[in-house]
């Protein structure tokens, strides 16, 4: 063989390695960006999954923030009206007791002697109380004596609220 045919073999032998080598190139190039494209098509799936899951998530907590916010609404509503139907009633309770349309009175125990309070057990010509033995209180201790109780009653409504809100926000 002659060294010029022996170039042109090798130039042959390597043209076909380079022509070889492109197109397992190429190939390798169409398997990957195959795989490469279902890896890709999988992950947005995963994506798309995940995304779904935490929006679903995110409208199941707010129903039940909404479920919340209404108890929590009614428990207020309730709350205001009962405080508010007390405030009623010792208003009530104060006027009557101003205008001495209304007098509190206390039981006296008749086998007490060391009260020193005589109060007939029996009514007079004047009253119309039955009953045990009483003892009419001053109007402005009965005052204070409201106040009080009205005091205690809005703490009771106050407690029954907190007690409530707890309770609903605990569910």
């Keep these: 063989?002659?060294?010029?045919?022996?170039?042109?073999?090798?130039?042959?032998?390597?043209?076909?390695?380079?022509?070889?080598?492109?197109g397992v190139w190429k190939v390798q190039d169409w398997r990957y960006g195959k795989q490469l494209a279902e890896q890709s098509g999988l992950h947005q799936d995963d994506l798309t999954a995940i995304s779904n899951a935490a929006a679903d998530q995110v409208r199941n907590e707010q129903g039940k923030r909404l479920a919340l916010?209404?108890?929590?609404?009614?428990?207020?509503?309730?709350?205001?009206?009962?405080?508010?139907?007390?405030?009623?009633?010792?208003?009530r309770l104060r006027d009557r007791l101003a205008t001495a349309d209304l007098r509190l009175s206390v039981l006296l125990d008749a086998a007490d002697s060391a009260s020193?309070?005589?109060?007939p057990s029996?009514?007079?010509?004047?009253?119309?109380v039955h009953g045990a033995a009483r003892a009419r209180l001053d109007p402005a201790h009965a005052q204070r004596?409201?106040?009080?109780?009205?005091?205690?009653?809005?703490?009771?409504?106050?407690?029954?609220?907190?007690?409530?809100y707890v309770r609903a926000v605990l569910r």
Excluded at 1 to 22: D, I, N, Q, R, W
Excluded at 122 to 128: E, F, H, K, Q, Y
Excluded at 149 to 163: E, F, K, M, P
């Design 69 to 91: 916010e209404g108890r929590l609404q009614v428990i207020d509503e309730t709350h205001f009206k009962e405080f508010s139907d007390a405030q009623k009633n010792i208003s």
């Design 116 to 119: 020193g309070c005589n109060v």
């Design 1 to 22: 063989m002659t060294p010029a045919a022996l170039k042109t073999a090798l130039a042959g032998v390597l043209a076909l390695l380079l022509l070889t080598a492109g």
């Design 122 to 128: 029996t009514p007079g010509a004047v009253g119309v």
């Design 145 to 164: 004596i409201i106040g009080i109780t009205d005091s205690g009653d809005q703490g009771l409504i106050a407690l029954r609220a907190c007690q409530a």
